[in-house]
């Protein structure tokens, strides 16, 4: 359903500013195209920092915002759109809405402009698209907090907006109902086609939503691109971690097989070495592994037989239930965390204590540089 005044525009937001800080200075170049932009990165590494300027809350000290043809910012030319003339959404992580007021008057009330009788029918259309019709005469005290989420995001595309900015919209949230509201704003945006940026902590959501992807640290876009090309095969500490590779090893490379494509590395403290991919480096050379969690496979006898390239001895230190996965801490000379099912834990007998063995494909280490 087609909102009323709604945006058919699929013009770009292109950003382009530096803002300095006490603990850092902000530097951003990128620009988003109508659809999911996904800003990850570390606490205090700007994202915040970064929408604000966008949305007009905080001024850049120098450089360029534009929203399509329409200047929102220029330090050369002196523009600098007030927050209310720029027609941007901004749905902060706090929420904000006005306890006093209902549902529906919270939704209204960035409506402005036409009778009270077109303001109803938007704010009732919005309501609709985010299931919340029927919560329309409540506060927010007496509804959950999935359906606070939905009446702030329906407040923040009641302007109507030509861009909208999500500051972890749903980062309280259980997954299922981050999963429904996610569904419901990609369905409203199918129909207008405008640029969203969406921060985020969870990869997952970043796969599912983006079509491109920002991580930042420390002030900096680290990387950019597809979410496929930045969060499958990371280059960069900072973005493995994001992303959740639990395991960061400093190693050494022991030896190059140029002619299998593949270099052996002993992690610092270990005796055990890994097959990992080959990059231009040498023997002797420090080098930086990430290894996923839930990419090692566990084996309570040694294996034989297998196409992956390292098993590597170690022992339980810990193992403890976390939601449906079991997590391990396995001392191989350095402590791996491997996750498992819980049948998996059940059917091994796996305990404190017990000899295991890891099991690890070449290609489930990455090489990555270090944190800045």
């Not at 945006?189 to 969406?198: E, Y």
Request: charged share 20%.
């Amino acid at each position: 359903m087609r909102q009323e005044g709604s945006s058919a525009s699929a013009s770009p937001l292109i950003v382009d500013v530096v803002k300095r800080l006490d603990r850092f200075a902000l530097q951003a170049h990128f620009e988003a195209a109508a659809g999911f932009t996904m800003l990850l990165g570390p606490s205090g590494s700007g994202k915040t920092t970064l929408l604000n300027c966008i949305a007009g809350l905080m001024r850049p000290d120098s450089g360029r915002i534009a929203a399509g043809t329409k200047v929102l910012f220029d330090s050369r030319s002196g523009v600098d759109t007030p927050p209310e003339r720029r027609r941007i959404g901004y749905l902060f992580q706090d929420l904000a809405l006005f306890p006093h007021l209902t549902v529906a008057q919270n939704v209204g009330y960035g409506i402005t402009g036409v009778p009270a009788a077109q303001r109803d029918r938007q704010a009732a259309a919005l309501l609709e698209s985010f299931r919340i019709a029927h919560l329309a005469q409540r506060k927010p005290a007496e509804i959950s907090g999935g359906e606070k989420q939905r009446a702030a995001l329906a407040r923040s595309l009641a302007v109507n907006p030509g861009v909208l900015l999500l500051d972890e919209p749903l980062s309280a949230l259980d997954r299922e109902t981050r999963s429904n509201i996610i569904d419901d704003l990609r369905a409203w945006n199918a129909a207008r086609s405008i640029p969203i940026v969406f921060v985020t902590h969870f990869a997952e959501e970043a796969f599912a939503l983006g079509e491109r992807v920002i991580v930042m640290e420390a002030g900096r876009i680290m990387a950019q691109g597809m979410p496929q090309e930045v969060l499958a095969a990371p280059r960069h500490e900072t973005i493995a971690q994001v992303v959740g590779f639990e395991n960061v090893f400093d190693a050494t490379v022991t030896a190059l097989h140029e002619h299998q494509g593949t270099m052996l590395c002993r992690p610092l403290g270990a005796e055990c070495e890994l097959e990992v991919p080959l990059i231009r480096t040498e023997a002797g050379a420090a080098v930086r592994i990430v290894i996923r969690a839930g990419d090692i496979m566990i084996a309570a006898q040694r294996p034989h037989g297998l196409s992956a390239r390292n098993t590597v001895p170690g022992r339980i230190q810990s193992i403890r239930r976390e939601g449906v996965a079991v997590i391990l801490a396995v001392d191989a000379g350095v402590i791996f965390e491997v996750h498992v099912t819980p049948g998996a834990a059940r059917e091994l007998n796996l305990e404190r204590g017990s000899e295991v063995w890891l099991i690890i494909k070449t290609y489930s280490c990455n090489l990555v540089d270090p944190r800045a």
